[in-house]
């Protein structure tokens, strides 16, 4: 070939490269559950295939202990052990793993450092078991007290464990339909089922198959959620069943997928194999199977079991669902609920609670893959304040570096990253810099000669370090499983080691799934190998958890334990929420998306992973400045709201499209950061209960079954109702205001019947958003270049009155920085409207003898929506002051807002006690 020819080969090879990874989702490059062994083989068993019993049931060290063993003897099966044991709160915890009397090759994983040490606490020591003879059983069943009217039964014959309220209907089951099946570890013989293939990959499975797989019930449900990660709408629809052909089941396996899909079962980013069911009678449940290994899970349409003549309590509505995972062990939990905020309390009481996070971060981050320069990030910030536009953090993306080796900077482009950095916090600003598990592998390169000295790699099948395909060229992935690896990442983060960085510096782990370029379905091989001896196999889905709780340690650390830690992952296990920040990865500019985005963070909250978001604007093309507008004021309530776009993209800053646009996007801007003191205030809420910030309405109205699927609109918090626009030039929409109260547009005040649907209008300006009656929401409303100017700034209460003319509402206060809230620096208070009457009470447990959080804010406005014109002063109370009531703006900005009652300049102490009567 002539040079030339060889060119223009290489041109065209470039381009149809770079043409079909730009407009396809590649769905080949990942495997469906045929091509998986396990998942083929559980899909496959008929309803009544286990024929396990329950034996030996006795209770030991406070738990109920079984064998299961099969009722027809069975040479290759050995008994396995079942463990039963009961937590506060209405939680049964259920394990069942090999016996390691009977000599397996080896250990099975157990997932370490997920469920908080706290959770053992909170152990009830069972004294005995009570039994039952169930319908025809030929063997009594074991019955166990789960809290206040609930029980856990073991039936022993079929062997099934199922939840009731005390004597009663059922709440949740597993093995009903006996499709339990577990295939225990067997040391390597001669014959098939020592490997698999896919795409020219081979693993070897050196303990042959060690699939785990069960069905579970959730009785009285409507509806079934959960199970991030994956672009669904949010109640999940069955994927086996009458009437459905061809469908995959929901997979669990943390996978960089390129372009995915607006609506499919596949798996993205992360895992968390939780699920809540939810019925208007009954009320909610969960469950929840920790384990880190692929899972896949059917949601089995109604009719699915028809022929199989197992019979369930007929008079009982339920989902049948089908777990089924690679390896590891049984390891469950079954939620009682009964409200849905329960189930989320109860299951972040096993994985913990999410984290506080610093106030900056919950305010407006900009983005982009990538800023190219000092002088690119010095435009970028100063056009934010040219247009008055707050935001709080700028993002480096992987080009920062020297050559994508992580802490380090590239010199040409960022020769001073420490005075850059400088001079955005001199304005309030933070900035965070990306850091992937992936190393380069190069000689000169510290973290690689360490780790490579240490021995720190995950090895492959053959023991050697594991070289994979990643930004840098051929690299090494870091065994985060091990506790020694990631005390010494933790270390990587001293402001000493990583040269450049300064306190205003916060991390972003991307590719952590891991993602490897040329490893099997672009991740790391199942047969490598982790600390302990553990298979990647065993705990793919959670390696990328490990190294969020690494990165986010070593941001403690760099602090002496000061300052709380940002750090924003894309791979996600049960337990991120302890450690940061979560984004839906790379989605598209598209209005599908722009929809997706909201069931996806609604289902990520209710897993616990309260603070997350979608990439604003859609990572890959370019979004129409309409679709970037709706994005923005949709994105605006988001927990986590950060503008970001691949490199390929156009730039599109919101001052980029013309003059209406820019004002637009900026409304929506400002919006959020009016209502931060809101915001902040639902992520304390979510820090001591486990309530996610953002929330599907069904959460908020459990009775009414028009929320139960409706993921079009959300709540933030209980008192705001949000309604996104999810498509070119809406003329109209219709939006379901629940409840039995009114709601008040957020902009104009006007009021809509509560238990309704309204046909609206859609603005350009902003998108529909209301204030229940019966709330007080508070806010900030002057406008600042970033939360951390808005500190001081006074605060204003808008009261909206229920029909009895009553509201209330909390704010929550801290330092917005450090860890001393957990030893009650904190103002938190709740305020009530009745009578005529506002009183601010504290609900702060008293601060004597703990640290103190001192605020000299004060109330500069307080606005009464659905109050009668009349009255004309107030008296606050201890002061014994007179103020005026008079029609106000609702909103400062723009002069065409409407009038409300206002109660100008009551100039109240946030932090005390008092009342302001209307007279
Ligand atoms: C993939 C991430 O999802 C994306 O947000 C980022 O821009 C690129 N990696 C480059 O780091």
């Known amino acids: 070939m002539s040079n030339s020819v060889f060119h ?52 030991v060290d406070g738990n109920v202990n079984a064998k299961l063993i099969p009722k027809t003897s069975d040479q290759d099966s050995k008994p396995l052990i079942l463990t039963l044991s009961v937590y506060q709160d209405g939680i049964l915890r259920l394990k069942i793993d090999e016996d390691p009397n009977l000599n397996p090759p080896k250990k099975r994983f157990e997932v370490p450092d997920v469920i908080v040490p706290e959770f053992e606490t909170k152990k009830l020591w069972l004294q005995r078991v009570s039994t039952e003879v169930i319908g025809g059983d030929s063997e009594p069943s074991s019955v166990v007290y789960l809290g206040d009217g609930f029980e856990g039964v073991i039936r022993a014959d079929p062997f099934e464990i199922f939840v009731r309220e005390k004597g009663g209907k059922r709440i949740l089951s597993l093995n009903s339909h006996g499709l339990f099946d577990f295939e225990q ?46 672009a669904t709408r949010l109640g999940l629809k069955p994927t086996r069943g009458p009437g459905i052909d061809h469908s995959e089941p929901y997979r669990l396996f943390n996978l960089d997928v390129f372009e995915f899909l607006h609506e499919s079962p596949f798996g993205l980013y992360g895992s968390v194999p939780f699920m809540l069911a939810h019925g208007k009678s009954r009320g909610t449940s969960g469950f929840f199977w920790l384990n880190a290994a692929e899972m896949q899970i059917d949601v089995l349409g109604a009719g699915w079991d028809a022929d199989s003549g197992i019979s369930l309590p007929s008079d009982q509505a339920r989902i049948d669902t089908l777990w089924m995972s690679e390896a590891g062990v049984v390891d469950a939990f079954f939620f009682v609920g009964p409200g849905p905020k329960d189930v989320v309390r109860q299951y972040t009481s096993v994985t913990g609670m999410p984290a506080m996070p610093q106030h900056f971060a ?29 935001y709080d953090v700028l993002w480096l993306d992987i080009e920062h570096t020297d050559g994508k080796r992580y802490f380090t900077w590239d010199k040409v482009l960022f020769p001073n990253p420490e005075e850059m950095q400088k001079k955005l916090y001199a304005k309030g600003r933070h900035m965070v810099t990306i850091v992937d598990p992936h190393i380069k592998r190069d000689d ?27 930004w840098p060229g051929s690299s090494s992935y870091l065994d985060m499983l091990s506790p020694e690896v990631r005390d010494w990442w933790v270390e ?31 991740t790391m091989p199942r047969d490598a190998l982790h600390y302990g001896g553990a298979e990647h196999r065993e705990l793919h889905n959670a390696y990328g958890y490990y190294f969020h709780m690494a990165t986010s340690n070593g941001l403690v650390k760099r602090s002496n334990g000061q300052d709380r830690p940002f750090v924003l992952s894309r791979a996600i296990f049960p337990g991120t929420q302890r450690f940061g920040a979560v984004w839906t990865g790379d989605n598209t500019a598209d209005w599908d998306q722009l929809r997706v985005s909201v069931s996806m963070v609604l289902t990520l909250g209710l897993t616990g992973i309260s603070f997350s978001g979608a990439d604003v604007g859609g990572y ?40 209406r646009n820019t004002e637009i996007m900026k409304d929506a801007i400002r919006m959020r950061y009016i209502l931060l003191p809101y915001f902040y205030t639902l992520f304390r809420e979510a820090n001591t209960t486990g309530v996610p910030v953002m929330r599907p309405l069904w959460m908020e109205f459990p009775y009414d079954e028009a929320t139960f699927s409706n993921d079009d609109a ?14 070119e030039k809406a003329k109209s929409v219709n939006v379901y205001m629940p409840g039995e109260q009114a709601w008040y547009d957020l902009r104009t005040g006007i009021t809509y019947k509560g238990a309704s649907s309204h046909k609206l209008e859609v603005l350009e300006e902003s998108i529909p958003a209301f204030q229940r009656a019966g709330a007080i929401i508070p806010r900030k409303d002057r406008l600042r270049r970033s939360s951390t100017q808005m500190v001081n700034d006074p605060y204003t209460l808008v009261i909206a009155l229920n029909s009895s003319k009553a509201a209330e509402g909390e704010l929550y206060i801290d330092d917005g920085k450090s860890f001393e809230f957990e030893q ?17 009470i504290n609900i702060a447990p008293s601060a004597s003898g703990r640290s103190r959080f001192l605020s000299n804010c004060i109330v500069e406005r307080i606005i009464l929506l659905g109050h009668s014109s009349g009255p004309k002063s107030a008296l606050i109370k201890p002061a014994n002051q007179k103020v005026d009531v008079e029609l106000g703006p609702l909103w400062l900005r723009g002069s065409k807002g409407p009038l409300v009652l206002t109660i100008r300049r009551p100039n109240v102490r946030i932090a005390d006690d008092w009342t302001i009567k209307i007279l």
């Open 8 to 59: 223009f080969f290489l041109l065209f090879l470039t381009l149809f490269l770079h043409l079909t990874i730009v407009f396809s989702w590649k769905k080949e490059e990942f495997r469906n559950c045929n091509q998986t062994p396990f998942c083929k083989k559980a899909r496959s068993r008929k309803p009544g295939y286990c024929s396990l019993i329950a034996n030996d049931i006795s209770v």
């Open 185 to 230: 570890l067997r040391a390597k013989k001669e014959g098939d089922d020592w490997e698999e293939n896919f795409r020219g990959h081979t693993d070897t499975r050196p303990y042959g198959p060690q699939s785990i797989s069960f069905d579970v019930s959730f009785y009285e449900s409507e509806f079934v959620y959960g199970i991030p990660e994956h």
């Open 362 to 390: 919950t305010a407006y981050h900009q983005c982009r893959w990538n800023y190219r320069d000092e002088e690119d990030v010095e435009l970028v910030d100063s056009k934010f304040d040219e247009f008055d536009i707050p």
């Open 444 to 470: 000169s390169y510290y973290i690689h000669r360490e780790a490579t000295q240490k021995r720190y790699y995950v090895k492959d099948a053959k023991g050697n370090d594991y070289d994979g395909w990643c």
């Open 492 to 522: 990587k983060f001293s402001l000493q080691n990583y040269v450049g960085s300064t306190p205003s510096l916060y991390i972003w782990n991307d590719m952590n799934e891991p993602s490897v370029f040329n490893g099997p379905e672009v």
């Open 620 to 659: 890959f093309g370019n979004p129409e400045p309409e679709l970037l507008v709706r994005w923005y004021q949709l994105g605006a309530y988001y927990p986590f709201f950060r503008a970001h776009a691949h490199q390929d993209t156009k730039r599109r800053e919101p001052w980029l499209f013309g003059e």
């Open 714 to 727: 959300f709540m933030v918090g209980k008192s705001l109702l949000v309604q996104g626009i999810f498509t």
């Open 824 to 840: 009650g620096a904190y103002i938190h208070r709740r305020f009530v409207f009745s009578d005529g009457k506002l009183t601010s």
